[in-house]
């Protein structure tokens, strides 16, 4: 067997899903609404793939769980930027898809009953801490996902509130800044749903693989 293409990344990590604020899912527990639904974006700081450069680019993904990720049914819909080379694209496909092994999407991997061929799409993805956002577009007009992060606030003095979540062993990251967020959708033709006021966090990660 043919060994797998050693990989590494370092990476702005933008997850948002239909969880309350802190998405009891960090925690081992049971999704707020039964199920999981999300749209996520990742810019890549600087990274390869063998010896295949994959600096400054972007990735997206929508997932959509009818229950808690780790009891799998999942559905994916996966988008590499549209300014990959056809060897960049090909590397990113696999990574993202979990086909290259390590990193957190060897895991989602395990856990999908169907999904999507990587398309290729205008990803904007734009690191303002816990405002930052991502946008989807294919043709360059029709946006199909986004995921815009804002500040959770104080019910009572409208205060910022802000939290961060460590966790030691996270298969993510070792540390989320939790957000708000001012509007989540996917219409892609695959999956469909539409959130705001849900959770939202930016992660500074570092994945590799196999």
């Not at 990720?69 to 960049?88: L, M, N, P, T």
């Not at 019910?155 to 939790?178: D, M, Q, Y």
Request: aromatic share 10%; charged share 25%.
């Amino acid at each position: 067997m043919r060994a797998k293409t050693k990989w590494q990344t370092e990476v702005y990590y933008l997850d948002s899903c239909n969880c309350a604020w802190g998405c009891p899912c960090q925690f081992n527990t049971r999704p707020t609404h039964g199920n999981c639904e999300g749209v996520s974006g990742i810019h890549i700081i600087k990274g390869k793939y063998g010896s295949i450069k994959l600096d400054r680019l972007n990735l997206a993904w929508i997932a959509s769980f009818p229950g808690p990720i780790h009891e799998g049914h999942g559905k994916a819909s996966y988008y590499v930027d549209d300014s990959a080379s056809e060897e960049q694209f090909e590397a990113l496909s696999k990574i993202i898809t979990g086909e290259a092994g390590g990193g957190p999407f060897a895991i989602y991997r395990s856990v999908l009953e169907t999904s999507q061929q990587p398309k290729r799409a205008r990803i904007t993805f734009q690191e303002k801490g816990i405002r930052s956002q991502v946008k989807v577009a294919e043709d360059d007009k029709i946006i199909v996902a986004a995921a815009q992060l804002e500040p959770m606030r104080n019910p009572v003095t409208g205060k910022i509130h802000r939290a961060i979540i460590e966790l030691p062993t996270g298969f993510e990251s070792n540390k989320l800044e939790t957000s708000s967020l001012k509007n989540m959708f996917a219409d892609d033709g695959f999956l469909n749903f539409e959130y705001a006021g849900t959770y939202g966090s930016i992660q500074h990660a570092k994945w590799k693989g196999p």
